[in-house]
């Protein structure tokens, strides 16, 4: 008995063996079968298919279909298992456009399959059509210079051919099919004879389409045509011009040019002699260092058959430098400001460079008792605030001048806003001759109380942002020092949202020096100003 169940188990053993070295041997493995029928190389679709086309799948693997650049094919089944054959339909939409293919791949195991697939274009009739024309015609006076325009639509691309039109500027010259391009015509003043020509419109297999374009002969008809200004019969000129300004001045009489308060701009030439073509006036304006000005040029010719041309000329104002800036921006009030600001409430300024200009909190009031907390945006509004506040409490400007003269105004702007329980009136101040003197004023009254007080501004809406600009005039003159602002808190028991009268700081009750509403200015700044 042992004998037996020995070798019954050797036997078993073998087999076990045996077994395992076949089911590894790769000659053994079932390898992969895909039989793919009625699929071409290449699939070809009329524009408008009655049908679709089929063709089976036969694999012992999973397999996939994907499409490239064909979004106007559907295909009935994209994947499948390895049971059973599939049929699939290949289903092309209308083309009502211009030939179209892609890609086609089938996967099954490791068998790789591309067909390309093109669907024929529509029979597309070439058409073109111009809108804004009469009778496929322009007509221009001898004397016109403006532009004139009517649009092409075409379901090809074209080009446009001018014969005939050396007196006029004709663009553009070709478009892309299915665009609405809109053509200008630009004609030159005639001296002469009428005249004529011709825009002619071309595509392939289309009949030429064309504009006849005429211009009438000259008339001795007393005439003044100005152009180059802008609407409103203006010109304007920035600080520092980069280039002159330019006038074009058609008139059959002599011409003057006539200045009024226009000292800084240069005029050349300043009158003319009849012509049939117009004549380029150039008006060269000086770099402004002050204030904006505007003055008038009157063109006036010699007859008193035809009125005067005016025209208001004006340039902007010399650009502000800043004598002290604060940037309100997160990154700026940390790299410049920083622990000062949330130690002990100083700010430092960032402009001019090298500049020692600070700003300082500072708290007035011993009672009632509150210690007030600092802090920097972090949320990107780029702001300084503090809380709590009471009347008086200020942030104080100290900006150091030299030659410094009396009567010189600063310009001081800001942006302010704050929580519905802080401080609702607020007074701009600066120091001269030893004093503290309001900037400007106004008479509020206090619904609550019917408290009458004196401020600068108040704040009308919890955190709606007042944008501050006030200007100060200093009797005084400084060589080598400094001048003192201070925004000061101008009753601290009136709320911003008038709902209740405060007998002391209320904890949450933030303000905080921010941007404009309107983004034209993201700092604390002052300038000189005249």
């Known amino acids: 008995m042992k004998t037996l169940k020995i070798a019954c188990t050797a036997l078993i053993l073998l087999a076990g063996i045996f077994a395992a070295a076949c089911s590894s041997d790769p000659e053994t493995e079932a390898a992969d079968r895909v039989e793919i029928d009625g699929l071409e190389e290449g699939l070809h679709f009329p524009y408008n298919p009655e049908e679709g086309v089929s063709f089976s799948i036969s694999t012992n693997k999973t397999w996939s279909i994907s499409k490239s650049g064909l979004d106007w094919l ?277 402009k001019p460079a090298g500049t020692t200009a600070y700003g300082q909190w500072n708290k007035v009031n011993d009672a009632p008792v509150y210690t007030p907390e600092y802090i920097i945006s972090g949320d990107g509004n780029g702001h300084y605030a503090v809380k709590p506040i009471w009347t008086d409490d200020n942030l104080e400007f100290t900006i150091p001048v030299k030659n410094f003269a009396a009567g010189q105004a600063v310009n001081i702007r800001y942006g302010m806003r704050a929580v519905a329980k802080a401080p609702k009136y607020w007074t701009v101040e600066y120091f001269d001759q030893g004093t503290w003197k309001a900037t400007s004023t106004k008479e509020f009254i206090y619904s609550k109380n019917q408290l009458h007080l004196t401020a600068t501004y108040e704040l009308t809406k919890a955190n709606a942002v007042t944008n501050v600009n006030e200007t100060a005039r200093f009797t005084e003159a400084v060589d080598d020092g400094v001048i003192r602002f201070r925004i000061r808190c101008a009753n601290g028991t009136c709320q911003v949202d008038g709902k209740a009268v405060l007998t002391e700081p209320s904890a949450g009750s933030t303000f905080r020096i921010c941007q404009w509403s309107t983004k034209d200015l993201d700092a604390i700044a002052f300038y000189l100003v005249d």
């Open 74 to 350: 559907t295909v009935s089944q994209m994947n499948g298992g390895s049971k059973l054959p599939a049929t699939i339909t290949l289903s092309a939409a209308p083309n009502d456009d211009l030939e179209r293919s892609g890609e086609l791949t089938v996967y099954a195991g490791a068998h790789v399959q591309r067909v390309t697939v093109t669907q024929d274009a529509f029979p597309i009739v070439p058409t073109l059509t111009l809108d804004g024309l009469t009778d496929n015609t322009l007509e221009f006076e001898f004397s016109d210079l403006d532009p004139v325009t009517f649009s092409v639509y075409a379901n090809v691309a074209w080009t446009a051919l001018p014969e005939e039109l050396g007196w006029a500027e004709v663009s553009p010259l070709s478009g892309e099919r299915k665009k609405r391009t809109t053509i200008t015509v630009t004609p030159s003043a005639n001296g002469g004879d009428a005249r004529q020509g011709t825009i002619t419109f071309r595509a392939e297999e289309m009949e030429p389409v064309v504009v006849t374009v005429r211009q009438t002969a000259y008339r001795d008809d007393p005439l003044l045509t100005v152009t180059g200004f802008g609407e409103g019969n203006t010109i304007e000129f920035p600080e520092v011009p980069e280039a002159p300004a330019a006038l074009q001045i058609l008139c059959n009489r002599n011409w003057t040019v006539v200045k009024e308060g226009l000292d800084w701009l240069t005029v050349t030439p300043e009158s003319g002699t009849p012509s049939a073509a117009p004549a380029d006036v150039t008006l060269t304006a000086s770099q402004n260092t002050g204030k904006a000005r505007t003055g008038t040029l009157t063109i006036h010719p010699d007859d008193p058959a035809l009125e005067d041309v005016v025209i208001t000329v004006s340039q902007k104002a010399k650009s502000l430098e800043p004598i002290a800036w604060w940037t309100l921006t997160d990154e700026a009030l940390k790299k410049y400001s920083g622990d000062n600001w949330l130690t002990g409430g100083r700010m430092f300024a960032d």
